[in-house]
């Protein structure tokens, strides 16, 4: 007799679970078993209800907002399951009614038929450095606010510096603005008070950065990038954060696609029209490797600032990284000299860089455990 399986959707929230089952075969029945509390109690019991029988529950739900939580504890519990990505679950265009019983339904029949698409799922460790990552990210992005309140209100007064901002000069400057109202001194100080505090936490979270990848089984990886032009230490941890496990991509195309590097496409018949990247997968990842691209305008060589970071990496780290910087070097000019746009061009380098870093990892990946 063969294994009986029953292929379940789950629609997590922060209070409830919408259930969904579907029996294995074409036209076995799909039916909606109801909602449980989003406790692990209660997980078990489903569980335990849904596996009588020798039957094998097999769990799917989204990624979200709730995290890996429902996913680690039911596999602890030597269950099946896998969190699947939203934006590639197939969906029927005209449909305009959304319920959680709808999610959880079309979930167990997309499980059943092999249409859903698992995202990889990371160990604690790997995810808490992904958090602590994105942290400072966030706290990059409030900085740019604040500093963009600071100058709106200082222009709104008519004042307005002419140098380079974010010198000491110009924060000599900013300290020594003064207006005849309290009011308005008081909110200047208030202004350049939030943007100090903010670069201070950014500061800090940098640190904790530095001193924290020694011990993450992925720093090998992480000290490896960093022979590439352009990865500093940030770069090649949040790019090893976001992305986790290289060698789960088989060729460095997948990589680029993963990361929304390649061009969109709409192609029909004799046409084919493409259009700007596609931006999936995480956009901190993109961000920081369009942001390292704009180093590879300038002519290949071996900065003082990057021998540190070569001390004591592989020959053959060392080679790739080396012929990566000579050929984005060259394709940046000769890109440039055709008269493509600067953001295309460092697009273009930016997505050639993910497969030199992806030959990189490869060579220093250490074995890298899911939740």
Known sequence: MGESITFVGLDVHKATIAVCVA??????????????????????KLAARLGRGGRTPRFAY???????????HLRRRGHDCVVVAPNLIPRKSGERIK???????????????????????PEPEHEAMRDLVRARADMVEALGKARQRLQGFLLRHGRAYDGKRWTWPHRKWLMEQTFSQPAQQVACQEYLDAVN???????????????????????????ALQAMRG??????????????????????????????????????????????ITKAGSSLARRMLVEGAWTYRL??????????????????????????QVRLCARYRRLQAIG??????????AREMVGFAWAIARMVTPPVRTA
């Open 340 to 349: 493509k746009r600067p953001q295309v061009v460092v697009t273009a380098i």
């Open 231 to 276: 990865v500093s230490l940030i770069v090649a941890s949040a790019l090893v954060a976001e992305v986790g496990d290289f060698t789960r991509f088989d060729n460095p195309r997948q990589l680029m696609a993963y990361l929304g590097l390649v061009p969109s496409e709409h192609s029909s018949g004799a046409k084919r029209r493409q259009g700007g």
């Open 197 to 223: 505090e903010l670069e201070a936490r950014i500061e800090r979270l940098t640190g904790r950065i530095r001193d924290l990848v020694p011990a993450w089984s992925m720093a090998p990886v992480v000290e």
């Open 23 to 44: 029996e294995a075969g074409r036209d076995g029945e799909v039916r909606y078993v109801g909602e449980i509390p989003n406790e692990p109690g209660a997980l078990d």
């Open 62 to 72: 989204e990624a979200g907002p709730c995290g890996y939580g429902v996913y680690r």
């Open 99 to 121: 319920t959680d019983r709808r999610d959880a339904t079309a979930l167990a029949r997309l499980h059943r038929a092999g249409e859903l698409t698992p995202v990889w799922v």
């Open 299 to 324: 002519p290949a060589r071996i900065s003082a600032q990057m021998r540190p970071r070569l001390a004591g990496l592989p020959r053959e780290v060392r080679d790739v990284a080396w012929k990566a």
